[in-house]
Structure formats: C-alpha cells, structure tokens
C-alpha cells in the first residue's frame, strides 16, 4: 500500500520488516467526553490497522492516556474532584464510546503515570548529552540546540511560538532560557499530583510521555506513528526533537495525521460551543456514525452536517438489504472487477470515500436482479465491511 508520510509529504510504498508492524498513535487526555474529531481519528486508524491486518501484516497497536497533564489538572480543579477519579471516569466513557463505533481495543493501552520512571531516565538521558537543562526542580529540552527541529511540521521558524502558546506553552515560564524550550519535568506545585525524581518532586511534561510510552513498549522506530494533524505542532515535533537526541534513532518511519472536523462552517471548539460528541451520533447506530466518518479521507479536513447522516443512514440501509438479499440461481455477478477496484482503493492511502463508492456501486448491481448469483458478490462485500468494522449484518 502506500501511505502519506507527514515527514516527507509525499504517498510512499509502505514495508515493514518481519511482516510486522507497529502503531502508536496518540490517545486522549480524558478531561472531558468523546467528540466527533476523537472519533475520526481512532476510527481511521482502526481501519488502517484492520487493513495492515488484513494485508498479512502482525500488528502490534499501541494507543496511550494522558492520565496527567494541565489540561486534566485544570478540570478537575474547577469541579473540586480528584484528578485520578475524573480520568478514570471519562477514559471508560472514551472506552464505551469507541467499543460501540466498533474499533477493535489497542494491544496496548499504557498511562502515563505508568511509565514515570522511564521519563526520568529520559529526561537523565538529554540532560547528561547535553540537550536539555535543569533550573529550580525544572528540566527543559533546549530547542535551538538541535537544528532540525521544525522539519516534520514544516512551520516557519517566526510561527512556532504563536502555535506553541496557543497548544499549552508556557512562553513567561522564568526557568527557560528560550521561551520555545519545552519541559521535560516541571517542579511540583500545590495541590498537584507529583512523583520524585533527582530534581526534587515533579511531574513529567506531555510531550516527553508519548516519547517514551512509544520507545518502551515498541521500540525505535516504531513503524507508524499519528494522531490529529493538530498534533503534528508542537507535541510530535518534540517528541521527534526529544527522542532522536536521546536515542540517535528516528522516532518513527511513517508519520501518519488525521484531518479536523469542522462544523456549522468552524473548527470544532468548546468556546464557539460547536461540538458535536459521539453520545449526540447514538440515534444514528454504530454502523451509519462510522459511515459518516469513512465517507470522508482520514487526511482531508472536513465538515459535518446533516445531509452527511442522511447520506451515511441510506449507505447503511444499502448494504443491509444486500445482506438480506437471496442468492438466486441464474448467472453468476463476478465480483473481480469490483475486487480490483476496491482493492486499488484501499492500496492507495487508504482511500474510504473511493472503497465506499465502489461498495455502494456492487450494491446496486447486486440488487438489479433476482435471479442472479450473487454469493461471490456478497461475499466481497462482507469481506470489505470486515476491513472497514462495519457489522451491516447485525444491523445498526
Ligand atoms: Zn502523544
């Protein structure tokens, strides 16, 4: 198949050696409940581990929880709860919720708070080669000293502080000697969860979780790292920035992002008030959401509205009744040109709007006629609903 890498910009052949494969991709910091963006994401990369599965390949995917970072610290200091209780709460919401869109469980589901130790000897790692620094209880990685950082974002030197303070950067942090250094460890503050370190008590930074999370359970590089394209600055530049240094070796092969989802003509965002979760999708039925979210290119940024339930409603009703259709005993529908063409689809970058097309269009042909033998044909088309977790024959 060939895959859109965000390092290079370009669709290249994807291999893997062993015929194994690794993913980590980005979980959720669970402050809050499953929105429309999560569920594009994890679904696209449930679809594209289902197809590496389906290729042959043994597939080893991995999807962290930010179980501590500012923005789960923050919420559970503006409703007075405790922050272990509120990531555990909405991580199993977050569970329901991509169980019920039909995304297979990770292999591996790690906490940061799992792996504390690691970070520490990470952070050691950068401080004792000389890329990071260490100022009252804080370690910092010292952007400016590695000079290709910028070159999986392609972000213009000028930008990365605007983008960085607009995504949780801390630009007065009086500790930095750069306003872009990002932190490895910060000192404990009040009322925060902290763990010790030979800093003093601390907690580790977000970037540094997904670095070592990635290293530890998949090793260097992993084969396939992604996540939202929101993420591509300035967490995966970082984490790029922070584990090469560290270990020599490239984080990942294939940098793989996902696209935004838009709504009433806007980025999804909680101070516009245009969210949509996935609790407001249930009337729809798992497999007419997932429809929705496949219609649309996992790399293409994309808007939601109500003509894309309709169209996904009718898709769903489509295959069904293909499901429930007799096979009769006359000619027989050959299905191969429809297994060339969806097969080409699926091998390039993970086409889902061109897969779903050529699914509607056996559909159809499927239906024409009665007297027909469509059970070669029916089998194609479950066998690319298998690929694409839809489970038409259960209904939803
Ligand atoms: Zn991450």
Known sequence: MRLRNSLTGNKEVFFAEDNHVSVYVCGVTPYDITH???????????????????????????????DVDDDILRKAKEFGKNWRLLGEKNAD??????????????????????????????????????WAYEKNGNVY???????????????????WLIVANERGNHPQDPNKQNPIDFVLWQSAREGEPSWPSPWGMGRPGWHIE??????????????????????????HECSLAQSECATGEP????WVHTGMVRYKGEKMSKSLGNMVFVKDLKELG???????LLN?????????????????TEQAGLFQEVWRRQSGHGSRLAPEPYEKRLQDALADDLDTPATLRIMQDL??????????????????????????????????
Request: aromatic share 12%; with cysteine; charged share 25%.
């Open 251 to 254: 984080l990942a092969r294939y």
């Open 210 to 235: 997904c670095s070592v999370m990635s290293m530890k359970f998949l090793g260097s590089p992993v084969d396939i790292k992604g996540g939202g394209a929101d993420l591509i600055f300035p967490h």
């Open 286 to 292: 798992p497999n007419a959401t997932r429809l929705c």
């Open 141 to 159: 990685f010292k952007v400016y000293s590695y000079t290709p950082f910028g070159r999986l974002s392609k972000l213009p030197e000028d930008q």
């Open 296 to 312: 649309h290119h996992y790399g293409r940024t994309w808007l939601f509205d109500e003509d894309e339930k309709k169209k996904a």
């Open 93 to 130: 919401r977050f569970l329901e919720d991509m169980k019920w869109l039909g995304n297979l469980q990770p292999d591996i589901y790690p906490r940061a708070t799992d792996v504390i130790p690691d970070i520490i000897n990470l952070a050691q790692n950068l401080l004792t080669k000389g």
């Open 36 to 66: 429309l963006g999560h569920a594009f994401t994890y679904t696209h990369f449930d679809v594209l581990v289902r197809y590496l599965r389906y290729l042959g390949y043994r597939v080893t995917y991995v999807q962290n929880l930010t």
């Open 363 to 396: 559909s159809t042909d499927i239906l024409r006629d009665d007297s027909r033998n469509v059970a070669d044909a029916k089998g194609l088309l479950n066998l690319v609903c298998t690929i694409l977790g839809l489970e038409i024959r259960y209904g939803g």
